[in-house]
């Protein structure tokens, strides 16, 4: 069988684009080296934003874009993207406000806002958001984003796109790509090292920060396009203050700094922007940086926030196209999109940089660069449609929470929460007409095993960490001694996947 779209990476791009792609009747492999999600995509600040600081380098039209995608995404999957309010306050010494309130103004109204509420004035004197800040901190600006579960939104467009017709293996590298008669012949490799060719008329590297490693080292190109590896990373704190907003902070370098409730009991600190050098998939926070994030925020925050309030830290790679930029902030956080069509063969895309909040935008534009190779390909068609579980307005969560709760009722509220939040609609089918506890099987923690069964067959988690971290973070919530269970319950599956692999 020969596919039409061959696709390295398992990120939220490649993922984007397979399920646009088999949405339009072509038939996608995609294969992942690793686990769903589990670079730059799960290393994410989690927020669907316009990038308010992007407005400084006059990239309005990647703001504009990423304003009118808020809402599309929110409409898409309301169980895991969820409205959050975020708080600027006023830093003398810093932006004046006037440039503020015109920065803000233009937020509001470059992405024709519909859903989510305006802009407005905060007295920090009086409002509980200036509670936890010091007193020099007066007044500020309230205004509307989105969060997003990232690595979440990495496998709901995967299953979308396998509901669709894609094939999506993980734990697959692509070691060889060459252009033969007019197709591109691969060879992908599974963990034991077993090898199998794969044949399609196009080829797709949204490898993220291993896109130029794979023009080189994969396809043979001798002068790969650039990448700027660009890492941010964050520190998950305990709690800092008790109310539902976040809070952006304003840096003396001019970088900003975020301040997010987080998995109930935490604080998200983020982000840094330096430039990186070692293995793109070996990312970790440095000194320096804990030593940043921990002092941007205590510039802000009436009581300051030490090392010892640190409970986990995590860095992603952005793989941003190589413009030249001075500093890793200034350097373009735009998508670029690079055809490569020798001498009429069979053609190569390979996308570079972008933003989580642009993915789906990401998407069309790869397919409108591949269409004239596809003239039978359908329409655009993602930007009205649901992901899965998400079949629902986001004004209905509550309500349908509340209902959840009462229907299965031996299980604690919180944990049908979480369970709604991660699957929406679709924990229905995980729940499949439970009436008692001990219908959903051995308990793991929060986790049962119809949950972990349906991680495993639906989601394609193959480790504990892939639950702990990825498709969850209750990595965060459960003991080592629930962790090693969980790895426990795992080890007799990782052996006999290995066994039917080593005899295939």
Known sequence: MTYDLFIIGGGVNGCG???DAAGR???VFLAEQGDLASGTSSGSTKLIHGGLRYLEHYEFRLVREALIEREVLLNAAPHIIWPLRFVLPHHQGLRPWPLIRLGLFLYDHLGGRKILPPT???DLRSDETGRPLKDEFTRGYEYSDC????ARLVVLNARDAEAKGAVIRTRTKCTSARRVDGVWELT???EDGGEEKIRARALINSAGPWVSQVLGAVVGRNDPDKIRMVKGSHLVVDKLYDHDRCYIFQNAD???CFAIPYEQNFTLIGTTDEDHKGDPGAPHISEPETDYLLAAVSEYFRKPVTRDHVRWSYSGIRPLYDDGASKAQEAT??????????EGGAPLLSVFGGKITTFRKLAESAMEKIQPFFPQMGKPWTVSAKLPGGDFAFEQVEPLIAEMSRKYSFMQPRNVRRMFRAYGTEAEKIFDGARFAQDMGKGIGPLTEREIDWLRNKEWARSADDILWRRSKLGLHMSKEEQDALRDHFAPH???AGLKRAGE
């Not at 969060?147 to 990232?150: A, K, L, M, Q, S």
């Not at 956080?333 to 020798?342: A, F, H, N």
Request: no cysteine; proline share 0%; net charge positive.
């Open 25 to 27: 009747g072509l038939k």
């Open 120 to 122: 407005r004035n905060v």
């Open 494 to 496: 990782q052996e006999a």
């Open 254 to 256: 001019g970088r900003i």
């Open 17 to 19: 684009i397979a399920r």
């Open 147 to 150: 969060w997003v579960e990232d």
């Open 333 to 342: 956080r735009d998508y670029v999109l690079k055809l490569d069509q020798q």
């Open 188 to 190: 992908i490799a599974n």
